[in-house]
Each structure stands twice: as C-alpha cells, then as structure tokens.
C-alpha cells in the first residue's frame, strides 16, 4: 500500500468561531480571522453534505494538496476559555460526530474528515503552535472550537531496501562494519542505525562501530536507510549479532625488570606496551610468597632479601575486557650491596700517538676498593691493555679511545664505569725540502728521469711519486723512473712526493722544475 508522507501543521486561519451547522442554534462571537475560517469550514460542510472532494488548500502554502486529516475539536468554557484555562470536554448538545473518508478528486490521494473532542484546555495546547482560538454561543452552553488539519503530498516512488550485513569480530574492543547491501535505486545518502539490546549507540553516520564494555553480553543489531530524493526512505536491518564476547586485553609479551639484583638498589617493573587505559597493579615476591606492602613499580631491595630470589606480577584491569596478570621472565637473585662508585671517570694524557694516556678512577666506596682496566678503540676491546696506563700505538691514529674501569669490593659485589671518549690524533712529518730530479748528462728520446724523494722524519714506510709536464699531471706516471719521448724536448719537469707512516698525516713535497732541451 502506498504510503503517504504527511505534515502536521494548525491553522491560525481556521480557529476562529462561526455558525456550525452540527451545534444547533451555534452563533458567531467573539471571532478571529472569520472569513478566512468560513471558506475551511464551508469545505467541511459541503463535505459531510455532499461527499464531495475537498477544496485544495493552497492559501495555506500547500499548493496542490488536500487535507486528510481535519479535526473539529470542542471545549465546554465559552468565553472563559483563555489560554491556561483548562475544563473537561463534554459532547454540545445535539452533536453527532462521525469520521468520514473521500478519494480526492483526480489525484488517488485519500482525504479523511474526523471530529475529535479536547480533553482538556491549556497554554501548551492553546498556544503558540495552535494558533489563535474564537468562541461559539449556543442557547444555554458555550464551546470553543479548534480545527486541526494533516495535509497529504503526492505519494513517493518506491525504493528496494538491499540485504545488510555486518562484519568483525563481536568481541569488546573491536569494530563492527556495516555492509548495506544493494539498494534500488541507488540511494543518494545512508543512515546507519546501530543499537545494543535495542538501545541506540555509535553514530548515525557511521558505518562503522567499536564495541565497549557496555555491550559485553549484548546482541547488536543495524538498520541501513536509503535516502533519495522522489522516493520513499528505505531501511533494512540486520541479523541480530550473538552475545559480544570480552574483550581480550593487549599487553606485553612478558613482564621485564630493570635495576641492579643488590641490596640498596631500586628494581623497576616496566609498565609500557599495555593497552591505553589500563588500570595496572603490581605485587612483588620474595622466594615465591608476596611481600606485604609492595604493590608499586618499584621495589627497593632490602638486606634481607640478600641471597633471595626477587620477582614481581603486574595485573592489567579494563572493563569489558579479559583481566591479564604478568609475571616477570626470571626471578633475579639479589646480591650484596653495591659499591658507590663515581658517575663517570677520566683519563689523562695527549691523545696522540706515542703518547701513554692514565686512567683516573676517581672516588670509590666504602672501604679499600681494588680496580681493574680496560681500554677500547672505537668500542673494541684492546688486547692486553688492561692496565691503568695506555701508550697508544700506531694504529690508534684518528679512532676514539675509552677506558672502563671497574671497582671490585669483596661483599659489596663490583661496578663498572666508562669514561668519555678522545680522538687519537696522528702525528705529522718533518722534512721533504729536498725532494729532486736527477737528469741524465745525455739527453735523448728514451733516457730516463729519476725522482728523489729526500729525507724525511720519521723514515716513511712507502712513498708515492707523480709527474708533471709543463705543470699537468702527466697519467700514469707513478713510478721513481719517468722515461722520456721525443715529445719532450723542450718541456719543463717535476715531481710531487707523498709518504706514509702509520700514526702520522701523510705528506708531499715537490721538487724544483727543469727544463729539457735536446
């Protein structure tokens, strides 16, 4: 059956009194808006009288349509009936009210006249969205009327609801998706409407939903609507999903423990890696049995946990949500208390090569404290370099040296500590002003040039050498011997020295320029 999409409006215009042929003996008085209430009231008696099809009402600003619904109401006061005036109802006398219904004419829209009676009279019903009200006299009684009017619009095509679905774990913390299936025709806009044992939750405009605690053991439902314009609003709900089941709790793989196992150390039960929200509560364990009292993150050892077995459970807590208690990977065994040792130490010395670098442990406690050494290049240890002197080799040259020095106390367990890091710095050359060209007494296509590349200090392990004809690099030309082409005659020579020594900056040096001429 079509349906009709209707709005519920009053008519100011139609509240006024006039004679009204079901109140005998009815007279106007007291009227408001009298002419334009005639012409609805006309359209009423002429209804009832002739079965005929209501007048349009377009005055009103429903061009085009009838009314459907119109209700005559009738209240016992007169002229006391005033806004905030209220009485019971009760029929006028010689009234017979009945409800009628006419197909409109031309339009297949039903038009339907109804008379109903007031129960009671108030400002809320009165006004302001009742409009203005006038008053009716009869021989012994006064009424006052009220006319209602529902209007009809031209029916709406139909729209094909399609088959909606949702998808996702029904499970607390997860998110549901809403598939609305295919609607026909395509609608311009969806409405999603998600409840949980019937009572609405997420959004209208959301096809999406995460469940909460407040849905554990519910049963969620979705209803799609379809929009477009000309055609009637399509909906389609959902199975009803089972029980949402708890939630399972995101947490930590395993519980760790940070700090120093000795006595007069803190130990720190790490807390990340749990779920946003979660309520955490911790209890340590000494030897497997709770230590009364110690239910925060930290723990600080005691002496008389000394040789005992120290760990900790942290329990997670959110409602809706499976509660998970982590125990920590190892039990750690606390030993005696730890020395006091500096926050860092210090060597002294030039980091150079040849030069010996001395550590300086700075102040230990309590007690005689015995220390032990080991320096490192770069990170790794040095071999045998494990005392509180180190002369830096060859090798050290441009890498970062550190030394670690760590503290030995019988009971008080040990410590170690690193120094900061210093850059070895190579050393240079001196030398390499007397680098020459030895040129042969003859002088001819395929003699040979050679280059002496002076005295240095320190001796150079190997040197390099590079030739130059008229100031430019000749390529290849690498070697001690440089032998001459025809092409040569003329040009002038020289040659740029380079050597190398470990733990020193290479260096060249050049010599004078001399000219051929054969």
């Known amino acids: ?31 408001s808006n009298a002419s334009n209430a005639a012409a609805l009231l006309a359209s009423i008696d002429n209804f009832r009288a002739s079965n005929a099809s209501l007048t349009p009402l377009a005055a009103n600003g429903f061009i085009g349509a009838y009314a459907q619904d119109l209700a005559v109401q009738y209240s016992k006061c007169g002229l006391a009936c005033i806004p905030g005036a209220k009485t019971s109802e009760v029929p006028p006398a010689g009234g017979s009210f009945n409800t009628f219904a006419e197909k409109a004419s031309g339009t297949g829209r039903i038009a339907k006249l109804s008379l109903a009676y007031a129960q009671q009279w108030g400002a809320n019903l009165l006004a302001p969205n009742y409009g203005s009200v006038g008053y009716v006299t009869t021989a012994t009684t006064d009424y006052t009327i009220l006319v209602v009017a529902t209007y009809a619009t031209a029916p709406l095509d139909l729209m094909r609801a399609g088959h909606v679905t949702v998808t996702g774990t029904n499970r607390v913390g997860m998110t549901l998706t809403g598939h609305p299936g295919t609607f026909s025709p395509t609608p311009t806009q969806f ?73 007069g150390s803190d130990l720190v039960a790490v807390t990340t890696g749990w779920q946003s929200g979660t309520s955490l509560s911790a209890q340590w364990y000494r030897n497997g049995k709770a230590i009364p009292g110690q ?138 002003t007397n680098v020459t060209i030895s040129v042969p007494a003859t002088l001819t296509a395929g003699a040979l040039l050679t280059a002496h590349a002076g005295v240095w200090t320190p001796t150079p392990t190997y040197f390099k050498y590079f030739w130059y004809r008229n100031g430019t690099l000749i390529p290849g030309a690498i070697s ?39």
Do not use: C
């Open 1 to 31: 059956m079509t349906k009709l999409r209707t709005r519920l409006i009053t008519l100011a215009a139609a509240t006024a009194v006039l004679a009204f042929t079901l109140i005998p003996g009815a007279t106007a008085a007291n009227a």
């Open 191 to 263: 409405t999603y409407h998600w409840t949980s044992n019937g009572v609405t939750v997420g959004s209208l405009n959301s096809p999406t939903y995460t469940l909460v605690a407040g849905d554990l053991g519910h049963s969620i439902h979705l209803v799609v609507t379809g929009i477009k314009a000309g055609y009637q609003d399509a909906s389609h709900g959902s199975s009803n999903s089972a029980p949402v089941q708890i939630g399972h709790l995101q947490h930590p793989t395993r519980q760790i423990i940070t700090g120093h196992p000795n006595v």
């Open 295 to 432: 239910f925060f993150s930290t723990y600080h050892v005691l002496p008389v946990d000394k040789g005992k077995k120290i760990d900790v459970r942290i329990t997670g807590v959110v409602a809706g949500y499976k509660t998970v208690t982590l125990r920590s990977h190892t039990a750690h065994k606390i030993g005696p208390t730890l020395l006091t040792a500096p926050a860092t130490v210090d060597f002294v010395g030039v980091a150079t090569y040849t030069h010996t670098l001395t550590a300086q442990p700075g102040i230990w406690g309590p007690g005689i404290v015995h220390f032990t050494y080991q320096w490192r290049l770069n990170g790794k240890k040095v071999s045998g370099a494990t005392h509180a002197t180190y002369k830096l080799p060859a090798g050290a040259a441009d890498k970062n040296v550190t030394v670690t020095v760590t503290g030995h106390e019988t009971g008080w367990g040990s410590v170690s500590v690193t120094s900061a890091s210093a850059l070895v710095q190579s050393l240079p050359f001196t030398g390499g």
């Open 480 to 518: 001690k011997i440089f032998k001459l082409k025809d092409s040569d005659n003329t040009a002038n020579f020289s040659v740029m020295v380079q050597v190398y020594r470990a733990g020193y900056d290479s260096t060249a040096a050049f010599s004078p320029t001399v000219t051929l001429n054969w």
